[in-house]
């Protein structure tokens, strides 16, 4: 089939899908499709559609916008968007029935404020920061913000939570710890006589690997896409990636020995060599960093000298058709480039480098049921 594209991401849906399906079967919790960041630049529309095929419950973002995008594309399930919105965002939020994470007190006061001001009620999850060090009210601020959510009857209070820092370690004290400061909070809930909401604590690494942390729901992004939390909390068997990163061949020619190949000229040819050109440079997330390597003919060719914006060239064995494939992440024939080790030469983890793709790579998905 001819290709459109001249670079282009696949997305295998069936992936997402089987992947979510074995999440849900792993972890017997009800399951949050963590779609933040377009989808973790797989596409967030489609991943929805295909997590919530999967069995997934709910979907978590990190902006209105992101929510807002799920909405108008007739996505149903419930949202949390985990990151903050400005009080400006409370009525459009409301409106789409999106729920929103309260990170502090004052945040509590100025949503059940607006929320009042527009005669609606804004569903709320409060969350606490039992070790992350980031978003969320410290447990012993946790009763206050509470009272202050009760306060509020335009508030209601659907969930609790709280977010691991490290759960993707193979040492399990932090995440223990966290998880006890957590469950102090829900104590003290408790002991005041107020209902308890939904609980929620595990990100994927946790949803695996910490069943103690499953609670009520699981939040998971990263496992859905068939990408490992961490080297020290890898998937199980039979997680598959979705994405697979291709281009066509754009030149192909031989240039003499000791020329220059691309700016500041820092490579030289060795000899009488074949450079091949690649359509696809920094500004679609493919980095300038050293050494990069791609997969042309199902095996391994060097990236040389620095990548472009655009461009990227490649030492080859011979000279080659144009359009032949060439694959940036994933499987040609036996041969694999994973996201992990892209990280790896990029000095980064895969969440970097797949959110990092550029929105003007197309998405071309397959695989949907
Ligand atoms: C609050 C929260 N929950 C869950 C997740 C999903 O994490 P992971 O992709 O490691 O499963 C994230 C992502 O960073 C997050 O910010």
Redesign the pocket.
């Given at each position: 089939m001819e290709n459109r594209f001249v670079t282009w991401l696949e997305i295998d849906l069936s992936a997402i899908e089987d992947n979510v399906r074995r999440l849900c079967a792993l972890t017997r919790t009800p399951l949050?499709a963590?779609v933040?960041a377009n989808g973790?630049g797989h596409g967030a529309r489609q991943v929805a559609r295909a997590a919530a095929s999967g069995g997934a419950a709910w979907l978590?973002v990190?902006r209105l916008a992101e929510a807002l995008e799920l909405r108008a594309a007739g996505l149903r399930l419930p949202i949390l968007i985990?990151?903050v919105v400005s009080v400006a965002e409370v009525e459009a939020a409301v409106a789409a029935d999106v729920a929103l994470?309260v990170p502090s007190v004052e945040l509590a006061r100025a949503y059940g404020q607006r929320a009042a001001a527009l005669g609606v009620q804004a569903r709320i999850h409060l969350?606490i920061d039992s070790g992350m060090g980031r978003?969320g009210v410290v447990p012993n601020e946790a009763l206050t913000a509470l009272r202050e959510v009760q306060r509020h009857t335009a508030l209601r209070l659907e969930g609790l939570?709280t977010?691991l820092a490290r759960?993707?370690e193979s040492d399990s004290a932090p995440t223990h710890a966290q998880l006890a400061s957590f469950q102090t909070v829900v104590d003290g809930l408790r002991e005041e006589g107020l209902p308890l909401p939904m609980l929620?604590a595990?990100?994927?690494?946790?949803?695996l690997n910490f069943p103690e942390a499953r609670l009520g729901l699981v939040?998971?992004?990263?496992?859905?896409?068939g990408l490992h939390?961490s080297a020290e909390a890898p998937l199980p068997e039979g997680f598959r990636p979705a994405l697979t990163w291709k281009a066509q061949l754009a030149s192909c020619k031989e240039l003499p020995a000791g020329h220059g190949v691309s700016y500041g000229h820092e490579y030289l040819t060795r000899g009488p060599e074949v450079v091949g050109v690649i359509p696809l440079g920094y500004a679609d997330g493919f980095r300038r960093a050293r050494p990069n390597t791609v997969l042309i003919q199902g095996a391994r060719a060097a990236v040389v000298g620095r990548v472009c914006m655009d461009q990227c060239m490649v030492r080859l064995p011979a000279a080659l058709p144009l359009g032949t494939e060439v694959v940036l992440i994933g499987r040609q024939g036996s041969e694999v480039i994973s996201a992990e080790e892209v990280a790896e030469r990029w000095a980064t983890n895969n969440?970097e480098v797949v959110t990092g793709l550029g929105a003007r790579v197309p998405r071309v998905y397959t695989g949907e049921r």
């Open positions: 949050m963590v933040k973790y978590g990190a985990l990151g994470t969350k978003l939570f977010h759960a993707d929620h595990a990100n994927s690494a946790a949803a939040r998971v992004g990263i496992a859905m896409y939390p969440y």
